[in-house]
């Protein structure tokens, strides 16, 4: 009866969205665009819970909790299970669109009537198709019937972890977020007014998707790193890039719109850029869910399904487009900025963050570009290609990203700053690699221009105090702009990560029995022993290793699981982790005689991708709530 009445919750939602949409754009006159928004909430929060309440109770004649669940399956992962493949995620997906909306229509101050009724319209008819899609295509809440079986088929076990449970549901809330300045961005094309009062009203909503799609990506990043038992952080699979070209995107956008509403220039810049930024959500979901990639990230292998999601994704970007060709009667707004001034800066980084999300789009793209023209001739683009296009752009950004801070609207009168952050820039590249000397015992040439860009963004987000004749001045400027320091300060975090981890990282492998020594890094590596772990729904040849110079350095436990009723096997990394260093030890397979295969791995300051990372959803984070708070 649950799942029934969580499947009428998802077709009342399907009616009240249209009807909501239709009216937003047939009335001329105020809807009760927050009852309706709060009902539709009320509505899609009751059908999840409905799936939820199906998974933790194991009722397997609901296909979809059969196929991802189990009787042995942990309490908590029950629940994570609800988004752990295609439908689920949609469900949640479909509930973070309707919660930005209701988020943004209560604290939205407009006093344009048509306005806030085309924005409330436009998310309306997103909602629509995609309700439209899950009832019709991907519906969670079907039933095996008459004879479903007693035990569910049991959820994937790389899935079987704390990171899952809040890695989808913050990339969903960054992916969907992006909506609302698409929504925006149409309404202010529809009302006639696409001017810095459109520019206000997006920026904060767009820092704050930016925020859950930077916190959601990273999290991504760390699930594989130590769950996958590769070691690696990023791995360019077409649907980690999926989720990377939005993020730029918005990046460039919420520059964008800060000029728009500071300088009332960049307006169609801006409105395209919302646009994209949101198309390439729209494409990440085609690209999970369609099977027409192959991806550890997949949700769904059906090419049917994926032509539905081609064609919402066709309907609101083309229309986004024809709206902006024939709709936008936005006029060049004459404004003097010259070469040295911060509008050409941000006009620079908008240029290189298009141009680069482009290309990575393009090596994404293109097997199935080259499959298409060859009779079904296939080619693989990995890691050198986008590693050769990333690393000029990361240069020129973070050269860009130093001085930005700096410069002035319309004009830079003085550049005496630039000598300040190259000495502030020397002094800290040098300090940290009399660091990374102290550390690895050497210097690698490879690492001295990542120690650069690093220092030169760090200052350049510092060193504003050389600004300031007084301590108060400056701590008020710190006070009003904490969130842009904040992510400026993430970003060389980051870069200093990715340079070091890059460039100082150790590998072996090794075949070992228990009670023997091999030498890594001037280490003793022992394999103490294997024993056989019994967990809640697996079993687990567990490694017992011990790492040592004259003393025991620590221990480190790695793990061999097989799932059971699935039989899938999966790698349980045993890793030390410390601020300038990670060990990693991932187990292999068995070999006669009781020998094992490890492969021992050192990765240096890799925790620092994701500091940098989390200090930048903080400081997005942060800016977003207080344009919100100022605006309400």
């Not at 105020?30 to 819970?49: D, M, Q, R, T, Y």
């Not at 460039?252 to 960049?266: D, G, K, M, P």
């Not at 072996?508 to 024993?531: Q, R, T, W, Y």
């Not at 729904?537 to 699981?561: G, M, P, W, Y």
Request: charged share 15%; aromatic share 16%; glycine share 8%.
């Amino acid at each position: 009866m649950i799942p029934e009445i969580g499947h009428i919750l998802l077709v009342i939602a399907l009616v009240l969205s249209f009807v909501g949409g239709l009216g937003a754009f047939a009335l001329k006159r105020e809807l009760p665009v927050l009852k309706i928004s709060f009902i539709l909430n009320l509505l899609l929060i009751g059908s999840f819970f409905a799936l939820i309440y199906s998974f933790l109770i194991d009722d397997f004649s609901v296909a979809y909790v059969a196929q991802n669940s189990n009787t042995n399956l942990p309490i908590y992962y029950k629940f994570a299970a609800t988004w752990g493949a295609h439908e689920g995620s949609l469900i949640l997906w479909i509930l973070a669109m309707n919660i930005w909306l209701l988020a943004f229509i209560f604290f939205d101050k407009s006093k344009n009537t048509n306005f806030s009724n085309y924005v409330f319209g436009v998310c309306c008819l997103v909602v629509f198709s995609f309700l439209l899609f899950t009832i019709f295509t991907s519906n969670p809440f079907e039933r095996i019937l008459p004879i479903p079986p007693i035990n569910g088929a049991d959820l994937n076990p790389s899935l079987q972890d704390f990171a899952f449970t809040v890695h989808p549901p913050l990339l969903y809330f960054g992916y969907s977020g992006l909506l609302i300045p698409f929504a925006i961005s149409i309404s202010a094309m529809l009302s006639g007014q696409p001017n810095k009062d459109w520019a206000s009203s997006s920026r904060p909503w767009t820092l704050l998707a930016c925020s859950f799609l930077t916190i959601g990506i990273g999290l991504g990043s760390w699930w594989a790193y130590y769950e996958l038992g590769w070691g690696g952080w990023w791995f360019w699979d077409p649907v980690e890039n999926a989720a990377f070209v939005p993020w730029l995107l918005a990046v460039a956008l919420v520059h964008s719109l800060l000029v728009t509403e500071h300088r009332n220039i960049f307006i169609n810049w801006s409105l395209l850029l919302s646009i994209f930024a949101f198309a390439t959500s729209l494409l990440g979901t085609f690209l999970v869910r369609s099977g027409i990639l192959t991806s550890v990230h997949a949700f769904a292998l059906d090419p049917e399904r994926g032509l539905f999601l081609l064609g919402i994704f066709s309907f609101f970007v083309l229309g986004g487009l024809m709206i902006f060709a024939f709709k936008n009667s936005t006029k060049n707004v004459a404004s003097f900025y010259s070469l040295n001034s911060k509008e050409f800066g941000l006009l620079l980084n908008n240029l290189l963050l298009v141009v680069l999300a482009v290309s990575i789009l393009f090596g994404t793209l293109y097997p199935l570009i080259y499959e298409a023209f060859t009779d079904g001739k296939q080619i693989s683009v990995g890691a050198p290609y986008f590693e050769f296009i990333i690393f000029p752009f990361a240069i020129l950004l973070g050269l860009l990203q130093g001085i930005a801070l700096y410069l002035s609207w319309g004009s830079t009168k003085s550049f005496s700053f630039i000598g300040k952050l190259i000495v502030e820039s020397i002094s800290i590249s040098l300090l940290t690699l009399v660091l990374l000397f102290i550390l690895f015992d050497e210097l690698i040439s490879a690492s001295f221009f990542t120690v650069f860009i690093f220092a030169w963004i760090l200052a350049g987000s510092l060193m504003i105090n050389f600004s300031f004749k007084s301590a108060a001045k400056y701590l008020d400027f710190v006070n009003r702009r904490i969130g842009v320091m904040l992510s400026h300060v993430g970003m060389a975090l980051l870069v200093l990560g990715v340079g070091v981890v890059s460039s100082y990282s150790n590998e072996k492998e090794l075949i070992i029995k228990p009670g023997e020594k091999v030498e890594f890094l001037n280490k003793d590596i022992e394999l103490l022993a294997i024993k056989d772990v019994q967990g809640p729904n697996f079993i687990s040849k567990t490694a017992e290793i011990k790492v040592s110079n004259d003393k025991t350095l620590f221990n480190i436990k790695s793990e061999k699981r097989t799932y059971f009723p699935s039989g899938q096997v999966t790698t349980e990394a045993g890793i030390d982790t410390g601020l300038f260093r990670d060990f990693y030890i991932s187990m292999g397979d068995n070999f006669k005689e009781d020998s094992w295969s490890f492969r021992l791995q050192s990765k240096p300051f890799i925790r620092w991708i994701w500091l940098g990372a989390l200090l930048v959803t903080l400081g997005t984070f942060i800016s977003s709530i207080n344009l919100i708070r100022k605006k309400s």
